[in-house]
């Protein structure tokens, strides 16, 4: 399966991503959370291209290949991160597809889907926050830090640490090297990440979601703005187990795929039951 690598303009910045699959099929985008980028998804966009699906994981601004704005040029608020994905998603023309989102820059994703549901055929949320309950844990929030954030961002191991931090396997050091080279190789990502947590606005992005999600809590044959899934490893020690099953309770129209071995990155601990999950979520018609 061949895996494209392209970069394309979008307002101010530069975005970098990865696709495959057929470019009349239906999209589907896939974006990362902290501190990761789209290397994240190199299990799931094969499986999901042979699905017949145009599959696109992109590099948010500020990770991975993409941009690495200064802060007067983008303040890495949630607000920022939003504009910054629509102008991505006008720049590919896709007006309708799939999204999936990850981890805590997760959140901004699912903001936009709320924002824009005409857009959106169906969110899945992999382990990202979704409740007012959500905190960021230690090893997230002292990246963003003064001083002591400033010396962890530009130190690439603390990359490691926090990927395996939020769960109990051992990522292969083949791919931690590729998710801490970005931070080896420049100084703007590790500011990035250290601006991203500062700015990450968590509880009014929770409550804003919360607000959002109405749709999904009520009882009987509701047709609900699009189509929401929540794919959730058990052992995530970021986000616990019992957000998931208690988001799942109060939100009938949820589909929950638990993936009971994977902690809160479940694309690098278990990548063969989340890419169940995808294909029989997102390759589904409606």
Do not use: C
């Amino acid at each position: 399966m061949l895996i494209r690598e392209s970069t394309v303009r979008a307002g101010a910045q530069r975005w970098f991503y990865r696709s495959a699959g057929s470019e009349s099929g239906p999209p589907v985008l896939l974006l990362h959370g902290l501190p990761s980028h789209s290397h994240g998804w190199r299990e799931a966009v094969p499986v999901l291209a042979e699905r017949g699906l145009r599959v696109i994981a992109a590099d948010w601004v500020g990770f991975g290949s993409s941009d690495k704005p200064d802060k007067s040029a983008f303040n890495y608020t949630p607000d920022a991160f939003i504009a910054a994905l629509a102008a991505f998603i006008e720049a590919l023309a896709l007006e309708q597809f799939s999204l999936v989102v990850q981890g805590f820059l997760g959140s901004a994703g699912i903001q936009y889907a709320l924002r824009e549901p005409r857009r959106i055929a169906r969110l899945a949320v992999i382990n990202a926050p979704i409740a007012t309950s959500a905190k960021l844990p230690w090893n997230l929030r002292q990246l963003g830090l003064p001083l002591v954030g400033e010396m962890l961002t530009q130190n690439p191991l603390s990359v490691d640490q926090t990927l395996e931090g939020g769960g109990y396997t051992v990522i292969a050091n083949g791919d931690l090297g590729a998710f801490r080279r970005p931070y080896s190789e420049s100084g703007d990502a590790g500011r990035a990440l250290m601006l991203t947590v500062r700015n990450l606005e968590l509880a009014r992005a929770m409550a804003e979601i919360e607000a959002g999600l109405a749709p999904w809590r009520q009882n009987g044959p509701v047709r609900t703005p699009f189509a929401l899934a929540l794919i959730w490893g058990l052992r995530d020690r970021y986000l616990g187990e019992a957000m998931a099953k208690s988001f799942v309770a109060a939100h009938p129209q949820v589909e929950f795929f638990p993936v009971a071995q994977a902690g809160h990155y479940p694309l690098e601990q278990d990548p063969e039951a989340v890419n169940q999950a995808l294909v029989r979520f997102v390759a589904q018609p409606r």
